[in-house]
């Protein structure tokens, strides 16, 4: 079944107006904002399938984005709800393109109350993407796992790592046809969680 781009976005909006709305915490659920960076390993193909364009030659695309993915997590029970934004790739020279991962997730974190806490997460992710040769594809899913070290239960700066699978895609225009690339792939993410 696939879900129109702008009803997706929507939701994405509206649960990130909420998400950002609300307090560091209030009962019973903590409120976290990782933000970080993330190699992906789909950016280089998006390049490749651009790269094969005749005239075009794309030098180099940098693998790394930055990403930030607030969300809300019931401390009774470890599970959490949230939002991604990135991580955000951007193409600039002769030929210019943009990819930005929009998302929705839902996590389960394990030892929430340790200061070494795992963590898996689940959603679904859609690409808004543009410029040259690039478009807006299909979204798609992804799943992670992670832990935040140093966490505390009542706020403070954590560290977390993250590897991960997403499978978006966005179109790439290679001659007379159009051709899906997963922009993300496989990813890690280092972030810092407030």
Known sequence: MKIPANIFLSVVGVATVCLVAK??????????FPIGITYANGFQDVGDAID???GVDVEYVLPVGI??????ELT?????????VGPAMLGVGDYSFYAVPLGVDVRYTFFRKSKVAPYVVVG????????DFVGSGDMGFFG???VELFRRPRGGVALGLEVGYDSSTIDVQ????????????WNASVH???
């Open 174 to 185: 290679v001659g007379n046809t159009t051709r899906e690339v997963e922009p993300i792939g």
């Open 23 to 32: 307090p560091a915490r209030a009962g019973g659920i903590d409120w976290r």
């Open 67 to 72: 990403s930030l993915r607030p969300y809300a």
């Open 192 to 194: 810092a969680v407030f």
């Open 52 to 54: 094969e364009n005749p």
């Open 124 to 131: 679904a992710r859609y690409a808004v993407a543009g410029g």
């Open 76 to 84: 009774d029970i470890g599970l959490g709800f949230g939002v991604s």
């Open 144 to 146: 992670g796992v992670g």
